[in-house]
């Protein structure tokens, strides 16, 4: 006869199978190498075999070591004390035929364990990926970040065209524009940190096209050059390197998904945030352009008393895929005493 090893994984076996294919497996490794293994629908199934008196059952396995073949045993009450060889509604089927309906369901036992490996497996690797992209909304990510709209100044908290002065700027061509990277970072439940640097624009475009700037030892000059027939353009450009940090609420999913700037998810939801930047200026020029028989264009590189630094403080607000932006710069854009006393701002659209 087999081992009593393979009469107890019949026993186990066809008890739990007696009714439905199950697919929670139970593997008991045995010090020899050899295995027996409990298949089961649910804990409960398991359970059950705590009911039979299993050392009953290996005590007449004992006593019939000398029979040929397999031994086919189905537990028929829950009580343990009866076990019998039959197989209940089965009358017309032989010991064989019996043994055959066994090895088949063990063929599939085998092929369901299998196949639960593989799909623990996969499933493994699939909340591997769920919390490493948890540990990413959680931790830090980082973005590009793009910023354009309309820059103008202040001069004492009033619009310079209101006294109708020479560097009063034209309001919808006068661009801001930003580019750089952004990083998210997760404080505490919907409180998010935007940190990050960019190189920023400042692009005034001046109303009156003859306005030249000059730099005089007293300060910097704007006048109108009347001898000009034709002319097209006249503006003052300053660029920065700004770093910035603004706390955001962020009500929903997170804002940004990849590195493209248009990279985010239009059902995330609202947020709101104000912070601070400072930035350190990497120049200056005036330019103008004036039509005469062909069009001339003059770039004045020069430093006319612009504040080496500028600081301030930005406001941010967004809802799904759209995002607003507002800076103002605390400190003035010249030099005290070399300049008009201007503090410049921007606001705009980011992506």
């Known amino acids: 006869m087999k081992s009593i090893l393979t009469s107890l994984l019949a026993l186990a076996s066809y008890a739990l199978y007696a009714n439905s294919f199950a697919p929670d497996t139970i593997i008991i490794r045995l010090s020899n190498g050899e295995e027996v293994m409990i298949v089961s629908e649910n804990d409960n199934e398991v359970e ?99 910023d354009f709209g309309l820059n103008n100044y202040l001069l004492n908290g009033r619009f310079p065209d209101e006294t109708n002065e020479l560097y009063t700027v034209k309001p919808l061509v006068s661009w801001n524009i930003a580019l750089g990277v952004t990083n998210t970072t997760k404080i ?30 007293d300060g910097v000059v704007f006048f109108e050059d009347l001898d000009v027939v034709d002319p097209r353009k006249s503006k003052f450009v300053v660029p920065y390197l700004n770093a910035q940090m603004v706390p955001m609420f962020q009500f929903g999913k997170a804002r940004r998904d990849g590195w493209f700037p248009l990279d985010r ?67 003035e854009l010249f030099i005290e005493g070399k300049g008009p006393e201007l503090n410049a701002f921007s606001f705009g659209i980011m992506f």
Request: glycine content about 8%; proline content about 1%.
């Open 48 to 146: 059950l075999l705590q009911q039979y008196d299993m050392n009953a059952i290996l005590r007449d396995l004992q006593r019939d070591t000398t029979q040929e073949g397999s031994i086919y045993i189905e537990i028929q009450d829950q009580t343990g004390s009866r076990y019998d060889l039959e197989e209940e509604n089965d009358d017309d089927l032989s010991l064989e035929e019996k043994l055959e309906r066994l090895e088949r369901k063990m063929e599939r036992a085998g092929r369901q364990r299998e196949y639960t490996a593989e799909s623990s497996s996969s499933g493994s690797t699939q909340s591997s990926s769920h919390s490493h992209s948890r540990r990413r909304r959680s931790g830090t990510s980082s973005t590009m970040m793009f």
């Open 188 to 217: 505490a439940g919907p409180l998010y940190l935007e940190w990050g640097g960019n190189i920023n624009w400042y692009n005034f475009k001046f109303e009156n096209d003859r306005v030249r700037m000059e730099k005089t030892d």
């Open 265 to 331: 998810d239009d059902d995330s939801g609202f947020r709101i945030g104000m912070g601070g930047y400072v930035g350190y200026r990497v120049g200056s020029r005036h330019k103008y352009v004036i039509r005469a028989d062909n069009r001339i264009r003059v770039k004045n590189r020069v430093n006319y008393f612009v504040n080496n630094w500028r600081y301030g403080v930005r406001f941010q607000l967004g809802f799904r895929s759209f995002d607003f932006y507002a800076n103002y710069d605390l400190n």
